[in-house]
């Protein structure tokens, strides 16, 4: 069947896909995307200009009322922000709590998925779909009887908690990523380092582990963002206990919740707050990307 | 100098070290061990760090929280099914099902259906990895902050004061009156504008995903089809779309569950007031705020109910994966 006779049974089709109609669909794409990327960019920028002008302007217009031409425009805010409140010290906070976060898990993770991909033991199989099942486990059936038992250990606030914490949670996704990329290196290497006497702790350090790094750099993002975004395991493990060890999550989400003013700070803190993992997200976004879909489609 | 920053120092080096270590020493231990049976011992040996995290901090408390929904407010009252009881028999709690729902079908709806859209149409243009940073990008930053963010958006004066937030001021320059919509609870409308927010950052997600996949179909294909004679609408519908509903199918159910567990949203915009409460939310408020741990356990454990057709279907589509692998 040839392409004339196929259009000229069905004339409508024709229509739709002559030279004009194209230009205009062509259009209509350009115009479509130009509009989803401003409706996802109104949001922040609104965001970005109100939180560099002074706390009586925020109350009496609007944001875009500062623009054109633009006018009271000021650091003020920031300089409040890290002055008044403890913004500075929540940043400090976030760091502490996010670094051990995202290392410990990596390293548990990648001997578990050695052991997955390349050992033999019974049970192998079901204990990974066991692992699995546990990526969609809610956080919230943990919270209860793991405070509980920190608070006997006399524990109860400190760091510790939400290293360990965010470790047995990350867990699970991090084996998982590990292992898929793990179980995917060619067999032959490792047959022909055992041949050559190389004991597992070696083929691991030397072979398993350099070959995994794209996917180490993954999972080193996804633990990173998802750690320092994370407002849940701080708000239960920290919240009541020991304030002053807060991640700036919790304490953004404290401002927003107090009502007692101070508007103008939330978008500076929120500004700090987003720095790092925007950073993180545009010098990685390959990575970023590549653990995404490496995750859910293969091959 | 913060004096923490030695412990810090000392946890980023000294834990990967106890753990290196740890490794190592397995083969020592090992050589303890007759030779024929070392094969046997070795991987559990690797996996014991794992299973004790999992173990630890996710099987054994969600065993600990399925017998305290069993339990009063009081530890050790048994009370058998009374908090459930109390939840289907609450209809100020049972909103917060009513919530979870809403937020399953329409936050999948809207970044599964938006996601793919977007996918689409980026495919045919040159600045597709300009639009798709801005469509991703919201996923990188916390829910805390992008609450933050739309809080401006949402934001609401009383009428005949000048409108500060963005939506009030786009309706307000095309005549319509003010609305507080994280208030109007007619319909649930503030549960939608909330998953709004939510679909904002997931869209993204759904569109990477969605988008590697449809570059995964080979042009020949499509172009055969063109050649035959078919619109771009028939190449979509008979064609493009058949071939991505197996990824459709997988993104849609991470969205699922993250419907599911949404918190973060609710608790920074609206702390599930005005009928806005989740699950999520309402198990912190019962556990944390009314100190009621046995409503707070009966919540966390009906969230799980909810999400375990999902982890079977997790599985299955997992087996199948390493079927064919």
Same mark, same amino acid.
């Given at each position: 069947?040839?392409?004339?006779?196929?259009?000229?049974?069905? +004339?409508?089709?024709?229509?739709?896909?002559?030279?004009?109609?194209?230009?205009?669909?062509?259009?209509?794409?350009?115009?479509?995307?130009?509009?989803?990327?401003?409706?996802?960019?109104?949001?922040?920028?609104?965001?970005?200009?109100?939180?560099?002008?002074?706390?009586?302007?925020?109350?009496?217009?609007?944001?875009?009322?500062?623009?054109?031409?633009?006018?009271?425009?000021?650091?003020?805010?920031?300089?409040?922000?890290?002055?008044?409140?403890?913004?500075?010290?929540?940043?400090?906070?976030?760091?502490?709590?996010?670094?051990?976060?995202?290392?410990? +898990?990596?390293?548990?993770?990648?001997?578990?998925?050695?052991?997955?991909?390349?050992?033999?033991?019974?049970?192998?199989?079901?204990?990974?779909?066991?692992?699995?099942?546990?990526?969609?486990?809610?956080?919230?059936?943990?919270?209860?009887?793991?405070?509980?038992?920190?608070?006997?250990?006399? =524990?109860?606030?400190?760091?510790?908690?939400?290293?360990?914490?965010?470790?047995?949670?990350?867990?699970?996704?991090?084996?998982?990523?590990?292992?898929?990329?793990?179980?995917?290196?060619?067999?032959?290497?490792?047959?022909?380092?055992?041949?050559?006497?190389?004991?597992?702790?070696?083929?691991?350090?030397?072979?398993?582990?350099?070959?995994?790094?794209?996917?180490?750099?993954?999972?080193?993002?996804?633990? =990173?963002?998802?750690?320092?975004?994370?407002?849940?395991?701080?708000?239960?493990?920290?919240?009541?206990?020991? +304030?002053?060890?807060?991640?700036?999550?919790?304490?953004?989400?404290?401002?927003?919740?107090?009502?007692?003013?101070?508007?103008?700070?939330?978008? +500076?803190?929120?500004?700090?707050?987003?720095?790092?993992?925007?950073?993180? =997200?545009?010098?990685?976004?390959?990575?970023?990307?590549?653990?995404?879909?490496?995750?859910?489609?293969?091959? | &100098?913060?004096?923490?920053?030695? #412990?810090?120092?000392?946890?980023?080096?000294?834990?990967?070290?106890? %753990?290196?270590?740890?490794?190592?020493?397995?083969?020592?231990?090992?050589?303890?061990?007759?030779?024929?049976?070392?094969?046997?011992?070795?991987?559990?040996?690797?996996?014991?760090?794992?299973? $004790?995290?999992?173990?630890?901090?996710?099987?054994?408390?969600?065993? $600990?929280?399925?017998?305290?929904?069993?339990?009063?407010?009081?530890?050790?009252?048994?009370? !058998?099914?009374?908090?459930?009881?109390?939840?289907?028999?609450?209809?100020?709690?049972?909103?917060?099902?009513?919530?979870?729902?809403?937020?399953? @079908?329409?936050?999948? $709806?809207?970044?599964?259906?938006?996601?793919?859209?977007?996918?689409?149409?980026?495919?045919? @243009?040159?600045?597709?990895? /300009?639009?798709?940073?801005?469509?991703?990008?919201?996923?990188?930053?916390?829910?805390?902050?992008?609450?933050?963010?739309?809080?401006?958006?949402?934001?609401?004066?009383?009428?005949?004061?000048?409108?500060?937030?963005?939506?009030?001021?786009?309706? !307000?320059?095309?005549?319509?009156?003010?609305?507080?919509?994280?208030?109007?609870?007619?319909?649930?409308?503030?549960?939608?504008?909330?998953?709004?927010? &939510?679909?904002?950052?997931?869209?993204?997600?759904? &569109?990477?995903?969605?988008?590697?996949?449809?570059?995964?179909? *080979?042009?020949?294909?499509?172009?055969?089809?063109? @050649?035959?004679?078919?619109?771009?609408?028939?190449?979509?519908?008979? /064609?493009?779309?058949?071939?991505?509903?197996?990824?459709?199918?997988? @993104? *849609? #159910? #991470?969205?699922?569950?993250?419907?599911?567990?949404?918190?973060?949203?609710?608790?920074?915009?609206?702390?599930?007031?005005?009928?806005?409460?989740?699950?999520?939310?309402? &198990?912190?408020?019962?556990?944390?705020?009314? !100190?009621?741990? !046995?409503?707070?356990?009966?919540?966390?454990?009906? %969230?799980?109910?909810?999400?375990?057709?999902?982890?079977?279907?997790?599985? *299955?589509?997992?087996?199948?994966?390493?079927? /064919?692998?």
């Amino acid at each position: 069947m040839t392409a004339s006779s196929t259009a000229a049974q069905l +004339p409508a089709e024709r229509v739709a896909s002559g030279r004009l109609p194209r230009f205009f669909s062509r259009f209509g794409v350009h115009l479509v995307l130009a509009v989803l990327m401003i409706i996802w960019l109104l949001p922040t920028i609104g965001l970005l200009v109100n939180s560099l002008r002074s706390s009586s302007d925020i109350a009496s217009s609007g944001w875009w009322t500062a623009l054109f031409p633009p006018k009271g425009l000021t650091l003020d805010s920031y300089a409040k922000v890290l002055a008044e409140t403890d913004i500075a010290s929540g940043f400090i906070n976030s760091l502490f709590i996010t670094i051990p976060a995202t290392i410990i +898990p990596i390293f548990v993770a990648a001997f578990a998925a050695y052991a997955f991909s390349w050992m033999n033991f019974p049970g192998r199989n079901l204990l990974f779909v066991a692992i699995v099942g546990l990526l969609v486990v809610p956080l919230q059936t943990t919270f209860i009887p793991i405070l509980q038992t920190f608070g006997q250990l006399g =524990f109860a606030g400190e760091f510790l908690t939400v290293w360990l914490a965010h470790t047995g949670y990350g867990l699970p996704f991090a084996i998982y990523l590990l292992r898929n990329f793990m179980g995917s290196l060619p067999k032959e290497v490792f047959e022909s380092a055992y041949i050559d006497g190389a004991s597992p702790v070696t083929a691991f350090f030397r072979l398993a582990l350099p070959m995994t790094v794209p996917a180490i750099a993954a999972l080193a993002i996804f633990q =990173f963002l998802f750690v320092w975004n994370d407002l849940l395991v701080a708000l239960i493990y920290l919240g009541a206990v020991r +304030p002053e060890n807060l991640p700036m999550t919790v304490q953004i989400a404290n401002l927003v919740n107090s009502q007692g003013g101070g508007w103008e700070l939330l978008g +500076p803190a929120a500004f700090i707050s987003m720095a790092l993992p925007l950073v993180v =997200f545009f010098a990685l976004q390959r990575y970023f990307v590549r653990g995404i879909t490496g995750g859910a489609v293969k091959g | &100098m913060d004096p923490r920053l030695g #412990t810090a120092l000392a946890v980023v080096i000294g834990i990967p070290a106890v %753990l290196v270590g740890y490794i190592y020493l397995t083969e020592v231990v090992l050589r303890f061990v007759p030779e024929r049976r070392r094969a046997q011992f070795r991987p559990w040996l690797w996996l014991l760090p794992a299973l $004790l995290f999992l173990g630890l901090f996710l099987v054994i408390p969600t065993v $600990l929280t399925i017998l305290r929904s069993f339990q009063g407010a009081v530890a050790g009252a048994w009370v !058998g099914l009374e908090n459930y009881a109390w939840f289907f028999g609450t209809p100020d709690a049972l909103i917060a099902l009513r919530n979870n729902l809403l937020w399953v @079908v329409f936050l999948t $709806l809207f970044t599964v259906g938006g996601g793919l859209i977007i996918a689409v149409l980026v495919d045919r @243009v040159r600045y597709e990895t /300009i639009a798709k940073s801005v469509i991703f990008v919201p996923l990188a930053i916390s829910m805390t902050a992008a609450g933050v963010i739309w809080r401006f958006m949402f934001d609401y004066q009383s009428p005949g004061s000048p409108q500060t937030g963005t939506l009030n001021g786009i309706l !307000g320059a095309v005549g319509l009156g003010p609305i507080s919509f994280l208030q109007v609870d007619t319909l649930a409308l503030n549960t939608i504008f909330l998953i709004i927010v &939510m679909a904002w950052m997931w869209t993204g997600f759904a &569109m990477v995903i969605l988008s590697a996949a449809l570059k995964g179909i *080979s042009t020949e294909l499509l172009e055969a089809a063109r @050649v035959d004679g078919a619109t771009e609408w028939r190449v979509f519908r008979f /064609i493009v779309f058949p071939l991505l509903l197996p990824t459709v199918a997988v @993104v *849609s #159910t #991470t969205i699922v569950i993250t419907a599911l567990k949404a918190f973060d949203i609710v608790y920074v915009m609206t702390n599930g007031n005005f009928g806005t409460d989740v699950i999520a939310s309402r &198990m912190i408020k019962e556990s944390f705020i009314f !100190g009621n741990f !046995g409503h707070g356990s009966a919540l966390a454990v009906i %969230l799980l109910l909810a999400i375990i057709p999902v982890m079977g279907l997790n599985i *299955s589509r997992f087996r199948a994966q390493e079927a /064919i692998r």
